[in-house]
């Protein structure tokens, strides 16, 4: 009955917030009679636990801690990137134009990244899709042929008929 007083005793001590060290246990040796002490120091200080209050008209129960709000952050929405539509549109030379100089600028637009040639010569397309290329001319008609690629394989092609006259 003793040990259980002693029990009971450390219990109450810790509820209280004893800031003081525990008493050195007291428990029968294994095999020895109830009434013979066993003495075991202490050698590690005790952290003194938190205090309940209580008023009388409280009870001695512990309360929740209320936590902050946590940050409202609306969910991840995801935005489907569909890849332009490819095409071709060559804005200059006008087809069937008479000029009397022997280069002229063919100029267009197409899906950024498409592979543009002008006659077989490679145009560079900038980020925007815009291409322009210098061709020199020869007297009388010339055909400009403009095709545009995409890494899909398809393919658009324009023809332009420029007459050179000096």
């Known amino acids: 009955m003793k040990s259980i007083s002693v029990y009971v005793v450390a219990v109450a001590l810790l509820v209280a917030g004893c800031t ?4 050195p246990s007291t428990q029968p040796a294994a095999g020895a009679p109830l009434s013979t002490p066993v003495s ?6 005790v952290t003194p636990a938190p205090t309940l209050t209580t008023s009388p008209t409280q009870s001695a129960t512990p309360r929740s801690i ?25 804005t200059a030379p006008q087809d069937e134009s008479v000029v009397t100089t022997g280069t002229v600028q063919v100029t267009g637009e197409t899906t950024p990244n498409a592979v543009v040639t002008v006659n077989s010569q490679l145009a560079e397309v ?12 020869t ?16 393919q658009f092609r324009e023809l332009r008929t420029v007459i050179f006259v000096r």
């Open 20 to 23: 003081q060290p525990a008493p």
């Open 40 to 45: 075991t120091p202490v050698s590690t200080p």
């Open 66 to 90: 209320p936590t902050p709000e946590a940050a409202s952050i609306p969910p991840a929405t995801s935005i489907p990137i569909t890849p332009a539509a490819f095409f071709l549109k060559v």
């Open 126 to 137: 900038d980020a925007d899709g815009r291409f322009q290329v210098s061709l020199n001319l």
């Open 139 to 154: 007297e009388g008609p010339n055909l400009i042929e403009v095709v545009a690629s995409d890494f899909s394989n398809n």
